[in-house]
């Protein structure tokens, strides 16, 4: 009912849609890659698996399937959804497909683009940092993590603290005017994804969406946020010889604590471990990009603040950290180079002795340093072959992973062990199949 009311107020506003020969009719069209890798790495810690034999992956599988439609006076309107199969994925079957977006589109020139669905926000659309120039396997947010160890508490240095990632949204552009773009998110609840039904109690065991990694142990006892509301502004201009994009992206929400506590493990008894609330997601990110002949560069900065952080009854809860990046990319015919450097930094909290001092004081920092360098081949229409080396050193405090080692995630799973630091070197080469 109210996506129907949302279209006819647009239909209203532009006068009424009249179907015309030149309307076009919602067509289906269908398009996606696939991605195989070959990976190995060198490093100080080989812990929880990592050492032994190389890696062969098949990454993220995505087909799009997109029905889109226009008016004769050029009323645009889609459906999308978005489908990604893992093999060895979380399923009895050893592998898993999800569809992780799910949502329709309306567009006008005049009116701007208006979508309500599964789908990412303005933190993700808007932005264009060090990050985005990277080819190969993605760096820091693409096979690098799945093979290597990081050190107990370091954030991504990807996302925000209180993204959304594919929750449930409705996101709204305005045209460009004069090079600048707004763009503004409303998310109600971070943890709910299609379907689901209203529970705002917590996320259904496991707070998967919308979660930066490290500031908990575990998701499942991560916070979480109520009335997520993001908000961008863009501006690109092209001066002919050189090209520049400038964003900013701050959000707000209400946070609340996850269900089983900041580290999911009753048997804590101080206050701090079983907080009752948490402090409310304030986040911003900034990005710059410069484009002149063949090459780009970009720089981006995360400020988390103490986003989703326990409130600790005066303890010091540290902060959600913050994470900065530089990159340079250069195109010459078939080849894209790309060079990064990511740099993560966070205030642990910092928790007195447990009873009769079994955990130990924590505090001090979690850092991470990443430099990648990419390389990709575009061989054929859709068809490319790709190289990625990155040289990674991530430590984090000794009383911070001996703490996070005596909680649930490593006690349940036998034998697995909290990291201190890890340092190497890590070589992918792989292709990619896209249509």
């Known amino acids: 009912m109210m996506i129907k009311k949302i279209a006819i107020a647009l239909l209203l506003a532009t006068g009424g849609v009249v179907v015309a020969e030149t309307a076009q009719a919602p067509t289906l069209q269908m398009n996606g890659y696939a991605a195989m890798v070959a990976a190995g790495a060198f490093q100080s810690n080989n812990s929880n698996g990592q050492g032994g034999a190389q890696h062969i992956g098949i990454g993220a599988s995505n087909i799009y399937f997109t029905a889109k439609g226009v008016s004769a006076s050029g009323f645009q309107y889609k459906w999308r959804v978005a489908m990604e199969s893992y093999p060895g994925g979380k399923s009895t079957s050893g592998s898993a497909i999800y569809f992780t977006q799910n949502y329709i589109e309306f567009g006008l020139v005049d009116l701007g683009i208006f979508q309500i669905g599964n789908l990412t926000g303005v933190e993700d659309t808007m932005t264009e940092s060090g990050f985005n120039l990277m080819g190969g396997a993605s760096s820091i947010d693409g096979t690098l993590p799945n093979i290597t160890n990081t050190a107990e508490g370091v954030i991504s240095g990807v996302q925000m603290a209180n993204q ?168 010459v015919g078939a080849y894209v180079f790309a060079l990064g450097y990511f740099k993560t930094m966070r205030e642990l909290p910092r928790i007195p002795a447990g009873p009769n001092g079994k955990y130990g004081a924590v505090g001090g920092k979690a850092e991470s340093d990443t430099v990648s360098a990419t390389v990709d081949f575009n061989a054929l229409q859709g068809l490319k072959f790709f190289g990625e080396v990155d040289f990674f050193n991530s430590r984090t405090s000794k009383e911070y992973a001996k703490f996070v080692g005596q909680t649930k995630k490593y006690t349940d799973k036998g034998g697995k062990t909290a990291i201190t630091d890890n340092a190497g070197t890590a070589v992918i080469v792989g292709t990619k199949l896209s249509f």
């Open 164 to 331: 959304t990632s594919k929750s449930t949204k409705v996101v709204y552009y305005t045209p460009s005017m004069n090079g600048v773009t707004f763009g503004v998110a409303y998310t109600p609840n971070t943890t709910r994804m299609g379907t689901g039904g209203r529970d705002n109690a917590g996320g259904p065991g496991d707070n998967t969406y919308g979660n930066e990694g490290g500031i908990y142990p575990s998701k499942s006892g991560s916070a979480y946020g109520m009335h997520n509301v993001a908000a961008g502004v863009k501006y690109v201009s092209d001066f002919k010889t050189w090209n520049m994009a400038l964003a900013a992206v701050v959000i707000a929400e209400n946070s609340k604590r996850g269900r089983k506590g900041y580290f999911e493990d009753d048997s804590l008894s101080l206050e701090y471990y079983k907080y009752t609330s948490a402090n409310n997601g304030r986040s911003a990110q900034f990005t710059a990009a410069v484009g002149i002949d063949q090459w780009r560069f970009a720089t981006g900065l995360i400020l988390n603040g103490k986003s989703r952080l326990p409130k600790s009854n005066g303890y010091s809860a540290g902060d959600a950290g913050k994470a900065w990046n530089l990159g340079a990319q250069y195109t």
